[in-house]
C-alpha cells in the first residue's frame, strides 16, 4: 500500500512537470524540422514532418540576409557588453555587499529605479544624445545602452549571492597579505562562478535577441545586428517562412549552447542561494 502510494505521489509530481518540459522543448523542436521544409510543405501542414531534408534553406538565408555579417555584429555586441558587465557589476556587487559608505543607499535605490523605468521610452532621448556625441551609428552606439540595461539586474543578483557568503575568507586572505583586488577577483570571483554564470545567461541572451535599439540607432548595413536580419525575410505582401525559420534556428543555436554550457553552474547558484536563503 505504501509503495502504491509512494508511486501516485511521484506520478502526480513527475507527470506535469513531464508534460511542461515538452511544451518547453518542442518549439525548438518544430522550428528545427520546420527550417527544412519546403515553403509548399510548410503552408499546407505546419505540424507535419518533413518529407525531404532541404539544408539549401540555411545556405540561401544565409546568403539572402547577409547573415555572416549580423552574427559577426551580434557576437561583437554580445561580447563586449558581456566582459564590461561581468567585471563592472562583479566589483559594484563586492562592494555594495562588503562595504557601508555614505551614498550605499542612493545607489541602490538608483539602481532600483532603474530597474522600474521602461527602457524603451528612452530610445528617442538616447538617439538625440548619441547624435549629438557622434556616436549614432557606429560600433559602439548599441554596447554603453546594452550595459546600462545590464547592470542593475546583475549587480542585485552578485550583492546578494555575496551576502550569503562569510567573510570569513576575506579575513584569512588579508591576514595572508592579499590586497582588496586580489581577494576580490582571486578568491570571491570563482566562489561566485555559479551566480556569475546567471548574469553570463541573462545579459547574452538579452543583448542577442535586442531588436528596438538596434532598429533605431542603427542604419549602416555593415554593423546591423541579427534581429534586424530576421525582418529581410519579410515584407508587406509576402514572407518566406522556411528561410526565417531558418534563420530563426541559426539565431537560436548560440543562445542554446551558451545555456548549455553554464546551466550547471546556474543550478549550482540556484540551490546555493535557496540552502543559504
Avoid at 13 to 19: A, D, E, L, S, Y
Avoid at 225 to 230: R, Y
Avoid at 242 to 262: E, G, H, Q, R
Amino acid at each position: 500500500m505504501k509503495k502504491l502510494k509512494n508511486l501516485l505521489l511521484d506520478l502526480l509530481v513527475n507527470v506535469p512537470i513531464t508534460i511542461l518540459s515538452i511544451t518547453c522543448i518542442f518549439p525548438v523542436v518544430w522550428l528545427g524540422y520546420s527550417s527544412v521544409k519546403t515553403d509548399a510543405e510548410f503552408t499546407l501542414n505546419p505540424q507535419a514532418l518533413p518529407t525531404k531534408i532541404h539544408l539549401t534553406n540555411y545556405i540561401t538565408a544565409w546568403k539572402k540576409a547577409s547573415f555572416g555579417t549580423f552574427t559577426f555584429n551580434s557576437t561583437y555586441n554580445s561580447v563586449i557588453t558581456l566582459f564590461l558587465v561581468l567585471i563592472i557589476s562583479f566589483v559594484m556587487g563586492y562592494i555594495l555587499s562588503r562595504y557601508r559608505f555614505r551614498g550605499r543607499n542612493l545607489i541602490y535605490m538608483i539602481l532600483l529605479a532603474t530597474m522600474m523605468i521602461p527602457v524603451y521610452a528612452l530610445i528617442v532621448p538616447i538617439f538625440i544624445q548619441e547624435k549629438k556625441m557622434g556616436i549614432l551609428n557606429t560600433r559602439v552606439s548599441l554596447i554603453p545602452i546594452y550595459i546600462a540595461m545590464e547592470l542593475p539586474t546583475s549587480v542585485f543578483l552578485i550583492d546578494g549571492y555575496l551576502k550569503g557568503i562569510s567573510v570569513d575568507l576575506e579575513d584569512a586572505a588579508s591576514i595572508d597579505g592579499a590586497g582588496v583586488l586580489r581577494t576580490m577577483f582571486t578568491i570571491m570571483m570563482p566562489i561566485c562562478r555559479p551566480i556569475m554564470s546567471t548574469v553570463v545567461i541573462l545579459t547574452f541572451m538579452h543583448v542577442w535577441n535586442e531588436f528596438a535599439f538596434a532598429q533605431v540607432l542603427l542604419t549602416d548595413e555593415a554593423i546591423k545586428t541579427i534581429p534586424i536580419g530576421l525582418t529581410y525575410f519579410t515584407s508587406q505582401y509576402t514572407t518566406s517562412y522556411t528561410l526565417l525559420l531558418a534563420s530563426l534556428f541559426m539565431a537560436t543555436i548560440p543562445v542554446l549552447l551558451i545555456y548549455l554550457f553554464f546551466n550547471k553552474q546556474v543550478m549550482e547558484g540556484m540551490m546555493a542561494g535557496a540552502i543559504k536563503g
